[in-house]
C-alpha cells in the first residue's frame, strides 16, 4: 500500500493554504516572527492593538506575546459577530438521548454568556478570581467558560468523569472560591452525579458561592448561601455587562494535567496568545469555511475541548457541535447517524475511539450518510496506520483529507499536523510542523539532529499559544520543560522525523501514559495504590493495549503477612477510582514480593516497562540490580488479564 496519500482533488479547491502559500507562510514566520504574527493577530478585535508582537526569553524563561495588546476573548468569540451572524447558530447540542437537542445562535449564546456572567458578578467574582467548572458537556458548560472571560476572571475546567478528591485538589491549589456545575450529567444512560460530587469535594472547604445549572432534574442537596440554581438567580440579573479590557498577558485560564512526578500541574494561558493560536490554527489545519458544522469530540474537560469546541471555533463564527454523550451509546453507530443528522462538514476525534468504532466493523458507518463530511481530524495519541486507513476509507470514502494534529496541554493548540489543501498525508505521521514551530529532535546528551533522525521532540522558539507558567510554581514550569534542554523547550515526547520533514510521534518518553487520549503520571496511580493499608509500595507502568493505546499495569508489594486475593484486587482498582476517577482504573495487577531496584534502592522501571510490554528479550542491563534473580520471578508472574 502507498505509504503518501495525496489530498484528494476537491480538498484542494479554494483551499485557505496550498503548498505554495504553506511554504511561504512557513518560511516568514521563521523569518519574519514579528510582521507574521502582527498579521495573524488581526484576526482578532483587539481594544488596542499590540506593538510589541514576540517578547520571550527561554533562558530564562519568561515568554510573552503581544504584550502591550489589549482584548477580551469572550467579545471576540461571541459580541463581534452579532451585527453579522446573530442569527447563525453557535453552538448546535445533543444530549445523551439521540436527537434531544437545542441549539444557541450568536445571539442566544450572547445573552446565555451575559447572564452567567452577572450571575457570577453577583456572587462577588472579579477579574483574576479562579472561578472552577465541573460540568457536563452541555451549552452552559462553553457559556461558562466565556463568561469567565468576559469577567476577567479565570478558569478552571475539571473533567466531570474526575473524583471528588481529584477535584478537591485542584480547586484547592488555585484557591477557586467559585465553583460551576449542574445536578448531574448524562453519558451512555446513566447519570454522573455532578453536584454531589461537588459536596463530596466540599466539605471543609473555602468556596464560598457554587452555581448549579439545573440539567437532569435528579434530586440534589443545597447548601443554603452557598448555593445557587442557575435559572433562579440569573432570571432576576441585568441584561448587559461589559466585557473587562485584559491585557494580553493576563491569564485566560488555569488547566490540570499530569506531569511524570507529583500532582498534577495548573498549565497557565494567557489571553492574547492563546486567543490569535487557536484562532489562527482553527481556520488553516480545519481550513474552515463559512457555514459549515464542526463537530470536535472531546469533552471541555480537556485542552482540545477549550480550544477546539469553544475559542478555536467561536473566535472564527463557526457552528460548534456539542454532544454531551459517548460514542457507544444507544449503539456504536451514534458518530455517524449524527454526522448524518446534523450533515457534520468536519469531524475531529481521538485515535482510541476510531479503534473501539473499527472494531465493530464498516456496516454501522455505512447506514449513515456521510456525504456531508469535507475533513476528519485525529489529536491526542499517535495513529496507527492501520486505524488511519480505516478512518480514512472507511468513515471518509476516502474523500475527505485527514489531519493528525500533534500538540499538548501545554501547547495551547495544534503544533504539528500537515494541512488539508496543501500538504500529502503520511499514515501514522502527524505531518510537520504549523506556522512559527521550529521542531528540533534532540539526542540524550543534547545534541541537534538534522535530517532524518529520531530523538527527543524540543521546540526551539515560543509561539503564541505557549503555557506562560506553571500556577502558583514557576520553579517547576522551568524544571519540567526547560531544564533537560537548556534553552528549549522540551515536550516529552520521543520522535522520528523522516526524510521528507515529516514528524512521527513514538509517544511519551517521561513517566506520563497516555490512557485512552488521557494522559495520567504514573506517580499519581501510585499515590492512590499506597494509600491501602495492605500496600508497601507500588510502581506503575504502561503497556500496549489494542484499544486505550497504553493500559496501566500495576506491579505491587504487600506489607509482610498480607496476602494476594481477588478480593484485594479489586479493592485496590476501586481505590484508584476514588481517588482519580474512572479513567485511571488499572488494567493490569501483578502482586510481586519485591521491586527490582539497583543497590541504592532506585526502582528499574525500565525492566518493569518492558516486563508490561512483554519485552523479555531486551530487558538490557539487568547486573545493577540488588537481587537480579527477581527478574525471573516477575517474568513468571507477568499478568495478561
Ligand atoms: C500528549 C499530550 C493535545 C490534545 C490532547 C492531548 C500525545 C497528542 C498526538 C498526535 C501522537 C499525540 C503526545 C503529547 N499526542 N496528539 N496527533 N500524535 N501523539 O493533550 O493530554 O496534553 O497530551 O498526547 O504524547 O505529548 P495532552
Not at 485512552?516 to 491501602?532: D, I
Amino acid at each position: 500500500m502507498q505509504d503518501r496519500i495525496l489530498p484528494p482533488a476537491k480538498a484542494v479547491q479554494n483551499t485557505h493554504c496550498t503548498a505554495q502559500d504553506y511554504a511561504a507562510l512557513h518560511a516568514r514566520s521563521l523569518s519574519d516572527p514579528d510582521g507574521f504574527w502582527a498579521d495573524q493577530a488581526r484576526r482578532i478585535d483587539w481594544d488596542r492593538f499590540p506593538t510589541r508582537i514576540a517578547g520571550w526569553s527561554y533562558d530564562p524563561v519568561d515568554i510573552s506575546w503581544f504584550e502591550d495588546g489589549i482584548l477580551n476573548l469572550c467579545f471576540n468569540c461571541v459580541d463581534r459577530h452579532l451585527p453579522s451572524r446573530a442569527d447563525q447558530v453557535a453552538i448546535l447540542w445533543e444530549g445523551d438521548e439521540p436527537g434531544v437537542a437545542r441549539t444557541l445562535t450568536y445571539a442566544g449564546l450572547y445573552a446565555e454568556v451575559v447572564r452567567m456572567a452577572n450571575c457570577l458578578k453577583e456572587l462577588g467574582a472579579t477579574k483574576g478570581d479562579r472561578v472552577t467548572l465541573y460540568m457536563p458537556m452541555i451549552p452552559e458548560a462553553a457559556v461558562a467558560m466565556l463568561a469567565c472571560a468576559r469577567i476577567g476572571a479565570v478558569h478552571s475546567v475539571v473533567f466531570g468523569g474526575f473524583s471528588p478528591d481529584a477535584l478537591r485538589g485542584r480547586i484547592d491549589d488555585c484557591a477557586s472560591r467559585f465553583v460551576i456545575t449542574a445536578d448531574g450529567g448524562m453519558r451512555g444512560g446513566k447519570l454522573v452525579p455532578l453536584k454531589a460530587n461537588v459536596d463530596e469535594a466540599l466539605e471543609g472547604s473555602a468556596v464560598q458561592s457554587v452555581i448549579v445549572v439545573r440539567h437532569c432534574g435528579n434530586a440534589v442537596a443545597m447548601s443554603e448561601g452557598r448555593d445557587h440554581w442557575y435559572d433562579t438567580l440569573g432570571a432576576t440579573v441585568p441584561d448587559t455587562c461589559p466585557c473587562e479590557p485584559m491585557n494580553a498577558e493576563d491569564p485566560l485560564f488555569i488547566l490540570y494535567t499530569s506531569g511524570s512526578t507529583g500532582k498534577p500541574k495548573g498549565v497557565l494561558h494567557t489571553t492574547g496568545g492563546y486567543a490569535v493560536w487557536t484562532a489562527t490554527t482553527f481556520h488553516y489545519v480545519f481550513d474552515y469555511r463559512d457555514g459549515e458544522i464542526f463537530w470536535c469530540t472531546a469533552d471541555v474537560g480537556w485542552v482540545t475541548g477549550h480550544s477546539y469546541v469553544v475559542y478555536g471555533p467561536l473566535a472564527n463564527g463557526a457552528t460548534t457541535l456539542m454532544y454531551e454523550g459517548v460514542p457507544n451509546y444507544p449503539d456504536c453507530s451514534r458518530n455517524w447517524d449524527m454526522v448524518e443528522r446534523h450533515k457534520v462538514d468536519i469531524f475531529y476525534t481521538a485515535p482510541t475511539a476510531i479503534r473501539a468504532l473499527m472494531r465493530e466493523g464498516a456496516a454501522p458507518v455505512k447506514k449513515h450518510d456521510r456525504s456531508s463530511l469535507r475533513l476528519l481530524g485525529t489529536v491526542g495519541e499517535p495513529i496507527n496506520p492501520e486505524a488511519w486507513r480505516w478512518y480514512y476509507e472507511t468513515v471518509g470514502d476516502s474523500r475527505c483529507p485527514v489531519v493528525d494534529t500533534w500538540w499538548q496541554t501545554e501547547t495551547g493548540g495544534i503544533m504539528i499536523t500537515t494541512l488539508p489543501g496543501a500538504h500529502a498525508m503520511k499514515p501514522g505521521s502527524a505531518g510537520l510542523p504549523f506556522f512559527g514551530i521550529a521542531p528540533e529532535l534532540v539526542d540524550a546528551g543534547g545534541n541537534v539532529l538534522e535530517g532524518a533522525a529520531s530523538g527527543n521532540l524540543c521546540i526551539a522558539r515560543s509561539w503564541p499559544g505557549q503555557m506562560r507558567t506553571v500556577y502558583g510554581d514557576h520553579e517547576r514550569f522551568v524544571q519540567t520543560y526547560f531544564t533537560a534542554y537548556r534553552g528549549k523547550y522540551f515536550t516529552g515526547d520521543g520522535c522520528r522525523r523522516d526524510e521528507d520533514g515529516y514528524y512521527w510521534i513514538t509517544g511519551r518518553v517521561d513517566d506520563v501514559l497516555n490512557v485512552s487520549g488521557h494522559r495520567l503520571g504514573t506517580a499519581e496511580v501510585e499515590s492512590a495504590l499506597v494509600l491501602h493499608p495492605k500496600v508497601a509500595e507500588a510502581a506503575v507502568v504502561g503497556y500496549p493495549h489494542d484499544i486505550k493505546g497504553q493500559g496501566i499495569y500495576c506491579y505491587v508489594t504487600l506489607i509482610a503477612g498480607e496476602e494476594a486475593s481477588e478480593a484485594l484486587e479489586t479493592e485496590l482498582k476501586q481505590l484508584v477510582r476514588h481517588e482519580i476517577g474512572p479513567i485511571a482504573t488499572p488494567d493490569l495487577l501483578h502482586f510481586t514480593p519485591a521491586l527490582p531496584k539497583t543497590r541504592s534502592g532506585k526502582i528499574m522501571r525500565r525492566i518493569l516497562r518492558k516486563i508490561a510490554e512483554n519485552e523479555f528479550a531486551t530487558l538490557g542491563d539487568t547486573s545493577t540490580l540488588a537481587d537480579p534473580g527477581l527478574v525471573d520471578s516477575l517474568i513468571e508472574g507477568r499478568r495478561n488479564t
